[in-house]
């Protein structure tokens, strides 16, 4: 499959009179993994909605494996696969029995081979017979993907799929993820985790309050922010203070005595860096580059770190 | 076909649910058979309806087995709800009625079996019925059409609570109305505004048709009155319950 795997131009979606995506524009390429990146209440989840056909766009339109999500309804659900933020398995059937009745709503030919298939490939194979009331966390996560892979899906909507899952079982889903998109298949994931779009997402779209405040890929992204800095410690006061008075673009810290000096981290910076200050027979203690991360690029984007919004 | 297909493999989900929960079979079968057993050999000594108690009480059982298989259904439906497998089927290419049909279909198959347990039990308590085969097949559509009807207003009852318990809680008044009817004494016998709201309650003319199928001769009035009042429940269950359905769904 080529070319666009999902596009959206001006979606919009309000209830009542709240606003909760003010025109939102995507472009996704197939085989690739794309990630919205939100804090709650940014709009990823209805996002989902609308390009799942879950729920009505008030406005603008979306294509989803080349089909109007408004008027191809039946074309759009059976190209997709849907994994939503809460475990959506039927805890009174076993982890088999869940398989295989998404096999059969989906008139898997050779259900039961591919049911054995998927229970191997995610692990599930010992608790195929026990009810999956009495999976944990992380196996009802797994049990979920698996059931929306029944059937093999071209695009695969993720979300939230780590939010509340343990380290471990937060790396098992990564790997997944991955192998999902070697397989051919184009995923969209929402996260509230910078490092989780990070690591998995070829292309991030930033949103927030039902807008998309930047895009590109995580690379893209981090030079969009000026958070490039070099953080140098002293000795004592003195020391400090004579550093200061030769570097003025630099943020001072009289608590931890140290300097925060903005500019680029390449070598030769730093090297004229380092020179400078030694001319001077200033001492330092400790040195370390800061190149930015997302949290600062979404700090720059819409001006509130990411602990106090995805608290 | 194709809704007809994702409706029976939705009644093969329904059924698995029903056989792993205990709790289901015992309040939809065990339950009315207890019932039974108290009804005629503890309370029914007291009573003096004219005729054999078992003969007349029967009938009122029939409804009461009906009608305590439904608070499961309620829970049920809400579950599917709340839980967020529905989202899971609307997003595929799913008949979205198969999940409403595989639970009224369920409830009403479940209801025939508690039904035929309770006639078994009456059997064996003494109950001799004076029907003929068409009686009894006339009484079978009856018990199915009530199923049948008062499973798309407990569907709907699910759809439309809040939470799995206040759904079953909501299915409380089908379950207490054939005690407000002349399932288990003469409306007669009762004080003057419970005799008369049992005059006119629903259950009231399907217990009467019953029992006149079963025991007697059939009125033609009261049995126009009971298939009326089965469509009239089911219709308004069917249109609340794809009402509600759509906004929550």
């Known amino acids: 499959m080529n070319g666009s795997a999902i596009t959206a131009s001006g979606l919009r979606k309000t209830f009542g009179r709240q606003v909760v995506l003010d025109g939102i524009d995507l472009d996704v390429p197939a085989g690739s993994i794309f990630s919205l990146l939100g804090p709650n209440g940014a709009g990823k989840t209805t996002t989902v909605n609308l390009l799942t056909t879950l729920m009505q766009a008030d406005g603008g339109t979306a294509r989803v494996a080349g089909h109007d999500i408004a008027a191809e309804t039946k074309a759009v659900r059976k190209a997709i696969g849907v994994t939503g933020q809460f475990a959506a398995v039927d805890e009174l059937l076993t982890g088999r029995e869940n398989l295989r009745l998404m096999a059969d709503l989906k008139r898997v030919p050779d259900a039961d081979?591919?049911?054995?298939?998927?229970?191997?490939?995610?692990?599930?194979?010992?608790?195929?017979?026990?009810?999956?009331?009495?999976?944990?966390?992380?196996?009802?996560?797994?049990?979920?993907?698996?059931?929306?892979?029944?059937?093999?899906?071209?695009?695969?909507?993720?979300?939230?799929?780590t939010t509340g899952l343990d380290p471990r079982s937060r790396r098992t889903m990564w790997d997944i993820v991955r192998e999902l998109v070697a397989d051919g298949v184009t995923i969209f994931l929402t996260t509230q985790y910078l490092d989780e779009a990070d690591q998995l997402a070829g292309r991030i779209a930033v949103l927030d309050h039902g807008r998309i405040v930047a895009h590109g890929s995580p690379a893209e992204l981090k030079r969009q922010v000026r958070g490039n800095h070099v953080r140098l410690r002293f000795p004592d006061h003195t020391q400090l203070e004579a550093a200061a008075g030769i570097l003025p673009d630099a943020t001072r810290d009289e608590h931890d005595l140290t300097l925060r000096v903005p500019g680029d981290s390449d070598v030769r910076s730093l090297r004229a860096l380092l020179d400078r200050l030694d001319t001077h027979g200033i001492a330092i203690e400790e040195f370390a580059v800061h190149t930015p991360d997302l949290d600062d690029v979404f700090l720059a984007l819409t001006g509130r770190p990411t602990a106090e919004v995805t608290q | 076909m194709s809704a007809v297909t994702d409706s029976a493999i939705m009644l093969r989900r329904n059924f698995k649910h029903t056989l792993r929960n205990p709790v289901t079979v015992f309040n939809a079968v065990l339950f009315p058979i207890v019932m039974a057993l108290m009804f005629v050999y503890v309370l029914g000594g007291a009573f003096d309806v004219g005729v054999k108690y078992i003969n007349y009480v029967t009938p009122g059982l029939i409804i009461m087995a009906v009608s305590y298989g439904l608070g499961a259904t309620a829970t049920a439906v809400n579950a599917d709800m709340t839980t967020g497998i529905i989202n899971r089927f609307k997003a595929m290419d799913v008949s979205r009625a198969a999940v409403l049909t595989g639970h009224v279909v369920e409830t009403t198959l479940r209801a025939v079996v508690a039904v035929a347990a309770i006639v078994g039990v009456a059997f064996a308590m003494g109950f001799r019925p004076a029907a003929s085969p068409v009686d009894w097949l006339a009484a079978a559509g009856l018990v199915v059409l009530l199923a049948f009807a008062a499973s798309w207003l407990t569907v709907a009852l699910g759809l439309a609570a809040k939470s799995a318990e206040s759904a079953g809680l909501g299915t409380v008044p089908l379950i207490m109305l054939p005690f407000l009817s002349s399932a288990f004494s003469p409306a007669g016998t009762m004080a003057t505004g419970v005799k008369q709201f049992a005059e006119y309650q629903p259950f009231t003319p399907i217990i009467e048709t019953l029992r006149g199928l079963l025991t007697g001769t059939p009125s033609t009035g009261t049995a126009l009155a009971a298939v009326a009042w089965c469509a009239g429940i089911g219709l308004a269950g069917y249109l609340w319950a794809l009402r509600s359905f759509k906004r929550r769904a």
Do not use: H, N, W
């Open chain 1, 113 to 161: 081979r591919v049911v054995t298939g998927l229970l191997e490939r995610f692990d599930l194979a010992d608790a195929a017979p026990k009810l999956a009331a009495t999976y944990s966390g992380g196996m009802r996560r797994k049990l979920d993907l698996a059931m929306t892979l029944v059937g093999r899906p071209q695009i695969i909507f993720l979300d939230e799929p």
